[in-house]
Structure formats: structure tokens, C-alpha cells
């Protein structure tokens, strides 16, 4: 049974080339386009893994990750920071609130992100 994965990310063709990229590569892959509607998809999904921007209208992501944290379901579920805001910029909250990885994309190809993916899934 493929592993499931919910990109949450605001910026669409963005979010539809990993789910392109993740599903190419055997996952089944789905995508939200803010915390709010990510927060709902991976309840109802319990995704084995999320990749999560943090700028995004509606819910930021370190916001989607504190509730997602405070939750049964959610306490363990892998995450994968993808964004564009340096280590530095990050909200402080975000090494309190069990990150697998954090990824800044401009700084990674899609090829290097699912490699990260497949580390930490396999």
C-alpha cells in the first residue's frame, strides 16, 4: 500500500509539481493550499508524512503545526518543513514542534526534496 504525503502550499503549480514528483515516485501525494484546509485534510488522511510551507494565507504553517501537535492523531505524524524563509527568519515555535527536516526550496531541486523523503519514509 503507498505511503501517504500532504503538501501543504500555497503557491499551486508549486504544490502540484511535488505531488506530480511524489506520486511518479510510488507515494499517493495531496495538496492544501493553507494550514486551515491541510489541518483538515491530514485529519481525515493521517498522512505518513507532510510537507509544510509556513507563509500561506489563512493559517501560516508553524500555526497548522502547533494545533496539528496538540492533537492525538497528529503528535507523531512526520513533517518536513519547504519554504522559502531562511533557518533564521523561521517562527521560534518551530524547534519546539517536531520537524523532521527543514528545507529551504530555492535551495533544493524536487529531485533532492524526494530524496529527503524517501530517507526519511524508507
Known amino acids: 500500500m503507498p505511503l ?13 509539481m511535488y505531488k506530480m ?4 515516485a ?4 495531496y ?3 493553507n494550514g486551515k484546509i491541510g489541518l483538515e485534510l491530514v485529519k481525515d488522511i493521517k498522512p505518513d508524512l507532510i510537507l509544510l510551507d ?3 494565507p489563512v493559517m501560516s504553517g508553524d500555526i497548522m503545526l502547533e494545533k ?6 497528529g503528535s507523531s505524524i512526520r513533517v518536513v ?3 522559502n524563509i531562511s533557518r533564521d527568519e523561521a517562527p521560534r515555535n518551530l524547534s519546539l514542534l517536531g520537524v523532521d527536516r527543514y528545507i529551504v526550496k530555492a535551495h ?4 533532492q526534496i524526494l530524496d529527503v523523503v524517501n530517507e526519511i519514509l524508507k
Open 54 to 56: 509556513i507563509r500561506m
Open 108 to 111: 533544493h531541486t524536487p529531485v
Open 81 to 83: 518543513i519547504l519554504t
Open 26 to 29: 510510488g507515494y499517493t501525494a
Open 31 to 33: 495538496v492544501a493550499e
Open 68 to 73: 496539528l501537535r496538540q492533537t492525538d492523531w
Open 21 to 24: 514528483k511524489l506520486e511518479l
Open 4 to 16: 501517504n504525503i500532504v503538501v501543504i502550499e500555497d503557491d499551486t503549480p508549486i504544490a502540484n
